[in-house]
């Protein structure tokens, strides 16, 4: 069983560029959470999605970042018209759901770079 | 969410058991108590879970005292590959996680 893919695992963008950051739950996995960390620091929640659903943003800065977890194909994290201070790894991870031992499987994160 | 506590870094060696103590003094009642560990330029992943008194798995145990408003992580005979960052969360069951700034581990050898 193949774990959390994300890629690219590298993204350099210039400033006013566009980033998209991909991620493929584990199979059978139906909810995908976004994390950003910045260096020295732990990660930070930004999304909480299920299929076509967004369920908490609570954590999504509220212009340029936007997230989607299509019925088909991965989790989007797109960050538009990028800034240096989005510079961080950002992280993807999925659960199954439901009640139960609340474990997140991690992604290798994705290393995005703002020149 | 319950605000966790936690020493920023501790050294030890090769061999040894390391505690590693989180304070939640603001636990609520549908909270759980798990551990993270993260290598370098890699994801958390997940090392145990609790709710209360003591847990245990191939990895490590979890102490929690009746009050619930700490825990400790247990890890015995440590190597140089548990140099990581171990991160204490609480939380309800389903949902995001609330990471704090971990404990930097450093094993040598």
């Known amino acids: 069983n193949a774990g959390v893919m994300q890629n690219p695992r590298h993204l350099v963008r210039r400033r006013g560029q566009e980033a998209r950051l991909r991620c493929s739950p584990m199979?059978?996995?139906?909810?995908v959470y976004w994390y950003r960390q910045l260096p020295e620091e732990g990660l930070k929640f930004m999304v909480y999605l299920q299929k076509e659903n967004i369920i908490d943003e609570s954590g999504m800065p509220k212009e340029r970042f936007s997230a989607e977890f299509p019925k088909e194909g991965p989790s989007i994290l797109r960050i538009q018209q990028v800034v240096r201070g989005d510079s961080a790894a950002y992280f993807c991870?999925?659960?199954?759901?439901?009640?139960?031992?609340?474990?997140?499987?991690f992604g290798p994160g994705t290393r995005l770079t703002v020149t | 969410l319950a605000k966790t506590t936690q020493p920023i870094s501790m050294d030890s060696y090769e061999g040894q058991e390391v505690n590693i103590t989180c304070s939640h003094n603001?636990?609520?009642?549908?909270?759980?108590i798990t551990w993270y560990q993260q290598f370098p330029s890699q994801g958390p992943r997940f090392i145990i879970q609790g709710y209360k008194t003591k847990v245990t798995n191939e990895v490590a145990s979890l102490f929690i005292p009746a009050d619930r408003k700490s825990s400790t992580l247990s890890l015995p005979r440590v190597s140089l590959s548990d140099t990581a960052v171990y991160y204490c969360l609480v939380g309800p069951n389903t949902d995001k996680l609330i990471f704090g700034t971990g404990t930097r581990l450093q094993v040598f050898p």
């Open positions: 991870a999925s659960s199954p759901g439901g009640r139960g031992i609340y474990e997140q499987y």
């Open positions: 603001n636990i609520a009642t549908n909270d759980y």
């Open positions: 199979k059978g996995h139906s909810h």
